[in-house]
T-cell receptor, first 114, second 115 residues
Framework: EPEVTQTPSHQVTQMGQEVILRCVPI?????FYWYRQILGQKVEFLVS????????KSEIFDDQFSVERPDGSNFTLKIRSTKLEDSAMYFC????????????FGPGTRLTVL | AQSVTQLDSQVPVFEEAPVELRCNYS??????LFWYVQYPNQGLQLLLK??????LVESINGFEAEFNKSQTSFHLRKPSVHISDTAEYFC?????????????FGAGTRLAVHP
């Protein structure tokens, strides 16, 4: 069964460093999302992406964040200068044209900022 | 804006007992409703969804949820739980918008099934 994959599974970084989280969507999916979950808190929407541009973003998704699909397969989330409060589990989700309202989630990347 | 409240952060239950995980939502527009499950060290998996039609929806592993518009609720139930149902369960809503839209999640309910 096709699945969404994410790398790395765990990333430890120093405050102020840049990180790139990677997601490989299910083949032929066209809608992409990033969510995050700070430990003990809700899963929160960050951004949605379609046709090589951002469809919607939340207040959390400030200028420190960016997304792209650099090679037509990977979908990446970049945090330019990490802060302690960026420590969280980051989930990628993808959706196909036929999957009306069903998003398929990856296993997540746990980001720890020291 | 939308919000989702899951009233119980943890629900302990014995194997073969019934369980109900509660979910209430608030929205100024019509929404679709979802339950996702997260097993340890795995991603979120869709358990069931309500888009329209019958207000009672069922999953393949015995869970069901009923949409109650007047009470703005979408509680998840199972008449007899198994050890393997131990997981975190997330209720979520998505506003009507062509089917491709963000999910707004509740805080999650950790279901612990004991032998």
């Amino acid at each position: 069964e096709p699945e969404v994959t994410q790398t790395p599974s765990h990333q430890v970084t120093q405050m102020g460093q840049e990180v790139i989280l990677r997601c490989v969507p299910i083949s032929n999916h066209l809608y992409f999302y990033w969510y995050r979950q700070i430990l003990g808190q809700k899963v929160e929407f960050l951004v949605s992406f379609y046709n090589n541009e951002i469809s919607e973003k939340s207040e959390i998704f400030d200028d420190q964040f960016s997304v792209e699909r650099p090679d037509g397969s990977n979908f990446t989330l970049k945090i330019r200068s990490t802060k302690l409060e960026d420590s969280a589990m980051y989930f990628c989700a993808t959706q196909g044209l036929a999957d009306y309202n069903e998003q398929f989630f990856g296993p997540g990347t746990r980001l720890t900022v020291l | 804006a939308q919000s989702v409240t899951q009233l119980d952060s943890q629900v302990p239950v014995f194997e073969e007992a019934p369980v109900e995980l509660r979910c209430n939502y608030s929205s100024s527009v019509s929404v679709y409703l979802f339950w996702y499950v997260q097993y340890p060290n795995q991603g979120l998996q869709l358990l069931l969804k309500y888009l329209s039609g019958s207000t009672l929806v069922e999953s393949i592993n015995g869970f069901e949820a009923e949409f109650n518009k007047s009470q703005t609720s979408f509680h998840l139930r199972k008449p007899s739980v198994h050890i393997s149902d131990t997981a975190e369960y997330f209720c979520a809503v998505s506003p009507f918008s062509g089917g491709y839209n963000k999910l707004i999640f509740g805080a999650g309910t950790r279901l612990a099934v004991h032998p």
